[in-house]
């Protein structure tokens, strides 16, 4: 069973940074993806950024690119998500999540580049992020 745990979480300034972390447990050595996703009472769940087991798949949804950077350490099985100059609009609940294929690794692959919510199987508890001044 695949257990995700989150931190990093918190209140910073516009212009600010944070560092996610998810920390995961019960992962196979291969055929895997691990997303970042957020989600406010007024929208849906959406992607962040997403990363394939090899590291050599990532996404980034429009609103992140190149402000979040997603990376992961795989002997320590986490995978960070580095904020930078944050935005008010960035204020959410943010998520890890996991997705694990079962048949072709290269659907881990799909799954990693196309970052669907829908995808992810297992998820975190989740942690606030909250951008104000």
């Known amino acids: 069973q695949v257990q995700l745990v989150e931190s990093g979480g918190g209140l910073v300034q516009p212009g600010g940074a944070l560092r996610l972390s998810c920390t995961a447990s019960?992962?196979?050595?291969?055929?895997?993806?691990m997303g970042w996703f957020r989600q406010t009472p007024e929208k849906q769940r959406e992607g962040v950024a997403c990363?394939?087991?090899?590291?050599?798949?990532?996404s980034y949804a429009d609103s992140v690119k190149g402000r979040f950077t997603i990376s992961q350490d795989r002997p320590k099985n986490t995978v960070y998500l580095q904020m930078n100059s944050l935005e008010p609009e960035d204020t959410a609940v943010y998520y890890c999540?996991?997705?694990?294929?079962?048949?072709?690794?290269?659907?881990?692959?799909?799954?990693?580049?196309?970052?669907?919510?829908?995808?992810?199987?297992?998820r975190g508890q989740g942690t606030q992020v909250t951008v104000s001044s």
């Open positions: 019960g992962l196979p050595n291969e055929g895997y993806a």
């Open positions: 999540a996991a997705h694990v294929s079962t048949s072709a690794s290269a659907w881990a692959v799909y799954v990693a580049r196309t970052c669907g919510p829908g995808n992810f199987g297992y």
């Open positions: 990363i394939s087991w090899s590291g050599e798949d990532i």
